[in-house]
């Protein structure tokens, strides 16, 4: 069962709001599909994202695949570990493999997400 | 009007002992094949400190015979198969009329008279249709034996040691690119020393319906060494690792031996024209135009099959095949480049997404096993 307190693309990224600032990265199921992952791509401290927009790559031995932002707004930390440790993302994804953390032009958006239910369907259905 | 179903991918012999083995299956040439079972890493690892159980009965296995049978393949690849003793094997490859490279081949030279031509799953229509169409008025019958053979392969610096108690051949008397026939737990067995990991390993040729057997009795006895079933995924990184081309990456239609570094396997000096001879002799006087190397990206970034590669002027060439490393723990590639660029120790820029990642050439192989 996936996390409760979080919220879901169909994309298979999962959102963490804590105020007006969220936490953001993969879901098991996609860090699954994917293998082991030697590769992210994080997008700079700083930039603007798009609700639905690339910011970021995940690359495992065989496959590249692009990062949707869940949520408008703009990159205030990414998680360096996974320069040296992208095998974080496989191993810890809600955690220790956290990819951003943005600050939310809309708080709103979030609630319009799959909540955990509504993903565990999604993932189940295959 | 309807249109035909797609084609059902081909089982191999193994297919439920990978399902059994909670193996991730893709289609691969027509087959459904595992990439990976427990990891694409950890299977390399494996492979590299242990060994690893390959399942490759997809490949093609060609079998001429005949007292024309060497003559007729002389005529018709680019090596001498002739010149090897019986019980000995060589690399070689299948062009056409302009030098272009329709498969990578190992040949085998199993009986004075017979040789076994073994072919990439991919190719192995048009392999054998080409050698039916070249053997034609000689004295040598192409029968094409890739369904009726399984195909096992154990790599790595325990494959010895695990094969030996299953098998009543001196494992020692085989050298590198030799083939033996014995038997394996019983099964009889074609064992040749040759394989596609850069590792020490057999490959094992037995009848389709003992491929079962075969792979049960090499795990079983290979588990408490170290021993697991490895996939395609890791095949294409040990392989890379090793410098080693891919049909399809490196070699294709449209690339001829010199192209690929592959000029050693044309033996120009043999007797008799073969299919290519003159376009191949003018690549080898003139010098390729593009040039295979080896790349260690020196920022961050992997190269992937496709991403351009440039140098001050410009483009000079593209990316064949790359991965990040799990023994160098660098990201590593194969690529085409002008000759002006291939000398070890230039820096040139991979192209990937919208960044250029600096990219050092290295002589092949990345990985050379321990003496």
New interface residues.
């Given amino acids: 069962m996936v996390p409760g307190d979080l919220r879901y693309t169909k994309d298979h990224e999962w959102i963490r709001v804590e105020g007006d600032e969220a936490l953001v990265g993969i879901t098991q199921y996609a860090a699954d599909q994917l293998?082991?992952i030697?590769?992210v791509?994080l997008p700079d401290v700083g930039r603007a994202l798009d609700a639905h927009g690339t910011f970021g790559?995940v690359?495992?031995?065989?496959a590249?695949s692009d990062l949707y932002a869940p949520v408008g707004g703009e990159v205030v930390a990414t998680n360096d570990a996974l320069?040296g440790k992208p095998e974080l993302v496989n191993d810890d994804p809600y955690g220790e493999g956290w990819i951003m953390r943005v600050r939310l032009a809309d708080a709103a958006q979030a609630d319009g997400l799959l909540d955990a239910d509504a993903y565990e369907q999604l993932i189940a259905g295959g | 009007m309807t249109q035909a179903p797609p084609p059902v991918p081909s089982a191999t012999p193994l297919l439920d002992r990978h399902e059994a083995l909670g193996a991730r299956l893709i289609e691969f040439a027509g087959w459904l094949m595992p990439v990976s079972y427990t990891g694409i890493i950890e299977e390399h690892r494996a492979v590299r400190s242990a060994a690893g159980l390959f399942d490759l009965s997809h490949m093609g296995e060609l079998v001429v015979e005949g007292p024309e049978a060497g003559a007729g393949l002389a005529a018709a690849l680019v090596s001498d198969p002739p010149s090897l003793a019986v019980g000995r094997a060589h690399y070689s490859m299948i062009c056409a009329p302009d030098g272009g490279i329709l498969d990578d081949l190992i040949v085998y030279r199993v009986a004075p008279e017979r040789f076994m031509v073994v072919a990439n799953a991919s190719n192995a229509e048009v392999v054998s249709d080409a050698l039916v169409e070249r053997l034609a008025g000689r004295s040598a019958v192409l029968d094409d034996r890739s369904l009726a053979t399984g195909l096992v392969a154990i790599q790595g610096p325990r494959a010895g040691a695990i094969l030996q108690p299953l098998t009543d051949v001196d494992l020692g008397t085989i050298r590198y690119y030799g083939i033996a026939e014995g038997h394996v737990a019983g099964i009889p067995a074609s064992i040749a020393r040759t394989g596609y990991t850069g590792e020490d390993g057999f490959e094992l040729f037995v009848d389709v319906d003992r491929t079962g057997d075969a792979w049960d009795a090499v795990l079983a006895a290979g588990r408490p060494e170290g021993l697991v079933p490895v996939g395609l995924g890791a095949r294409d990184t040990l392989r890379l690792e090793a410098g080693m081309p891919l049909y399809g990456n490196e070699l294709d239609r449209h690339t001829n031996p010199y192209e690929a570094g592959l000029g050693r396997v044309v033996k120009l000096e043999k007797e008799g024209d073969f299919v290519g001879r003159s376009a191949l002799e003018k690549v080898a006087h003139d010098g390729p135009s593009r040039r295979l190397v080896g790349l260690v990206m020196r920022g961050r970034g992997i190269a992937r099959h496709g991403h351009p590669v440039l140098d001050a002027g410009g483009r000079t060439g593209e990316i064949t095949s790359g991965t990040m490393s799990p023994t160098l723990g660098e990201a590593i590639a194969m690529g085409y480049v002008a000759p002006a660029d291939a000398e070890p120790a230039t820096m040139l820029d991979v192209e990937i997404r919208e960044a250029r990642v600096p990219a050092e050439v290295v002589s092949l192989p990345f990985y050379r096993r321990p003496a």
């Fill in positions: 293998g082991d030697v590769f791509e790559v690359e495992s031995v065989k590249v320069t």
